[in-house]
């Protein structure tokens, strides 16, 4: 290896900064996306497209698609301890990305990658080997549906649709008490932190836009009051919106 090429001067140009997160989306050598993350010890680069390492599982394009396949063949099948390390690996590469896309305001995208690690977590608990590797990815769950919430509600705002965000934080907010209900811990959502932000964010967009309570606020409280006939209406207008 030529001892020339090292990351001396990219190093020394592009500071590590341990108070915020550095990211950049810049040109590779053939002319295509890649994402750059300036760490401690150095620079992390993500492929912007299939697995940010850029590699195939077996020739797929994810470890995802790998045990989407593995599932049709035997719905029964059990992770092996190579299938769990990849699954592990994923699990930390997508994360990297969708903080990227986060940091970069790729709202859409990071979304999407956080689809993508719910949907890994959804056949890793059901083909898991074991509970206890089960909840070593579970108790991450509600942090990855609160950046896709979040993600979500602001590509809404890019798109001038405060309305449309707030039902966005509804949703997701009630997803993840969902969450804390399934694992008996209904009792630490309203103090939860990402909760917290979550609400925060709502109320503020509900006093800068002048909005009132959302359809999914409504319905709630007709459900509560037993306005049976209401509920009915408002969940027809919220499924109506969601479908849009």
Known sequence: MDSSKGLDELLREWKFDPHGLSVRLVKGADGRDVI???????????????????????????????????????????????QCFEADREFVQFY???????QLQHYHRAVEDAEHTLSLMDL?????????WTMSHEQYRPFVMFHRTQASALAALDEVDAEKAILVLDKGLEEIRAVFVEHEAEEEFDDDEMVVKLMRMRDSLREEYHLGPSLQEQLIEAV????????AQLRDELARREAR
Do not use: N
């Open 36 to 82: 750059q993350m300036r760490v401690d010890l150095g620079v992390l680069q993500m492929e912007t497209q299939g697995r940010p390492d850029g590699e195939q599982v077996e020739g797929y394009a994810t470890f995802l698609d790998r045990i989407l396949e593995l599932e049709k063949q035997d719905p029964d099948f059990v992770l092996d301890d190579d």
């Open 96 to 102: 990297h990305r969708r903080i990227s896309w986060l």
């Open 124 to 132: 890793c608990r059901d083909h898991s080997p074991d509970d206890e």
């Open 224 to 231: 509560k009051s037993e306005q049976y006939e209401l509920a």
